[in-house]
Antibody, heavy 123, light 107 residues
Framework: EVQLVESGGGLVQPGGSLRLSCAASGFTFSSYAMSWVRQAPGKGLDWVSSITGRGHSTYYADSVKGRFTISRDNVKNTLYLQMDSLTTGDTATYFC????????????????WGQGALVTVSS | YVLTQPPSVSVAPGKTATITCGGHNIGSKTVHWLQQRPGQAPVLVIHYNTDRPSGIPERVSASNSGNTATLTINRVEAGDEADYYCQVWDSSSDQGVFGGGTKLTVL
């Protein structure tokens, strides 16, 4: 059974940093591209970042480019999102999501999602 | 790349709900649809424009052509009440894109 479990969320001050983790199990982690998607309270889904299966290529939304870094450890089967220079606009639940097929086939759907980690940026 | 959805759609039980997703030449892209109930993670209900993942009932269907993708739910039930999102990958910018979401209310 595929499982994605996020951790690392919490309360952080504006300008601060936080690292999210997503522990994956039930599939060959290194064979699949992965993504982070966020959802601000009461708002819609917002794509944040994606990474290829081997971690060689990364992609970011304009709103987080230069501040967030996606990475993965294919030995630990874990996806990460390092978030720096956080603003109140980054307050959201962050979901990790698995691409249905392929190392880099981002056009394919997100077939599995974690339950999300809440990040609150506030002074 | 921008995907435009109506904020809300209301339908009586047993009727048909239609949710649109507008985008420039979206017919040339691969569209996926997700359902999200309150407090839950999204669930894929349509992938690759028209296909249903296993476990999704046949009364859920979709199409994609021109500048509009459409999700159709026939014989709507109370359990269909949720937010629905269309999603594509924009290869010109190498970014994922979600529509703003449509709240389906079953009257």
């Amino acid at each position: 059974e595929v499982q994605l479990v996020e951790s690392g969320g919490g309360l952080v001050q504006p300008g601060g940093s936080l690292r999210l983790s997503c522990a994956a199990s039930g599939f060959t982690f290194s064979s699949y591209a992965m993504s982070w998607v966020r959802q601000a309270p009461g708002k819609g889904l917002d794509w944040v970042s994606s990474i290829t299966g081997r971690g060689h290529s990364t992609y970011y939304a304009d709103s987080v480019k230069g501040r967030f870094t996606i990475s993965r450890d294919n030995v630990k089967n874990t996806l990460y999102l390092q978030m720096d220079s956080l603003t109140t606009g980054d307050t959201a639940t962050y979901f990790c999501a698995k691409i249905a097929e392929g190392y880099y086939d981002f056009w394919r759907p997100f077939d599995y999602w974690g339950q999300g980690a809440l990040v609150t940026v506030s002074s | 790349y921008v995907l435009t959805q109506p904020p809300s759609v209301s339908v009586a039980p047993g009727k048909t709900a239609t949710i649109t997703c507008g985008g420039h030449n979206i017919g040339s892209k691969t569209v996926h649809w997700l359902q999200q109930r309150p407090g839950q993670a999204p669930v894929l209900v349509i992938h690759y424009n028209t296909d249903r993942p296993s476990g999704i009932p046949e009364r859920v269907s979709a199409s994609n052509s021109g500048n509009t993708a459409t999700l159709t739910i026939n014989r709507v039930e109370a359990g269909d009440e949720a937010d629905y999102y269309c999603q594509v990958w924009d290869s010109s910018s190498d970014q994922g894109v979600f529509g703003g979401g449509t709240k389906l209310t079953v009257l």
